[in-house]
T-cell receptor
């Protein structure tokens, strides 16, 4: 089993829809969970950061962590064409930082 | 005033050549990294330096040699380039060396080996 699993997609949604992305992981040492957004030809930029189970909200973005199931999610409400990008989950702990493979999202106007 | 800047942005070269990529960060961070991103967008760490000291050296061919003259700079030299080296190379920095420290990435160097 890979350390971090993320379905690469691509995922196409109409503008205004809710985008749901998720990652699973196998390493119980992971304590910190991040979502990065990467636009084409750019570097990844930190979108959300959390270290506890539960939900964290920032504007239209909600990050959800379930440590018991080793499962994290990112929800984007009222999606916009500007949200079209690749979203990478990342997890850190015990001197390990691992990235998912990224999930390409296309929001269609 | 880009936080993490790397040059060049594009690099096209032939097999067997030697090339360097430079990276600078003006965030005052202690730790810098090189990541390789393949065509499927998978990010894989190559090296990490903390205050000029090498702290992570993943399984990378020894044709790749990082150099950190000071904590704001981390360069990557690649000898005898091979076709499989074609990828996007990202420099990143973080405030501390801990894995709880979010990364700040540059915009990448797209290397194409022909």
């Amino acid at each position: 089993q890979k350390e971090v699993e993320q379905d690469p997609g691509p995922l196409s949604v109409p503008e205004g829809a809710i985008v749901s992305l998720n990652c699973t992981y196998s390493n119980s040492a992971f304590q910190y969970f991040m979502w990065y957004r990467q636009y084409s030809r750019k570097g990844p930029e930190l979108l959300m950061y959390t270290y506890s189970s539960g939900n964290k909200e920032d504007g239209r973005f909600t990050a959800q962590v379930d440590k018991s199931s080793k499962y994290i999610s990112l929800f984007i409400r009222d999606s916009q064409p500007s949200d079209s990008a690749t979203y990478l989950c990342a997890m850190g702990g015990n001197n390990r930082l691992a990235f998912g493979k990224g999930n390409q999202v296309v929001v269609i106007p | 005033d880009t936080a993490v800047s790397q040059t060049p942005k594009y690099l096209v070269t032939q097999m067997g050549n030697d090339k360097s990529i430079k990276c600078e960060q003006n965030l005052g961070h202690d730790t810098m990294y090189w990541y390789k991103q393949d065509s499927k967008k998978f990010l894989k760490i190559m090296f990490s330096y903390n205050n000029k000291e090498l702290i992570i050296n993943e399984t990378v061919p020894n044709r790749f040699s990082p150099k950190s003259p000071d904590k704001a700079h981390l360069n990557l030299h690649i000898n005898s380039l091979e076709l499989g080296d074609s990828a996007v190379y990202f420099c990143a920095s973080s405030p501390t060396r801990g894995t709880n420290s979010p990364l700040h990435f540059g915009n990448g160097t797209r290397l194409t080996v022909t």
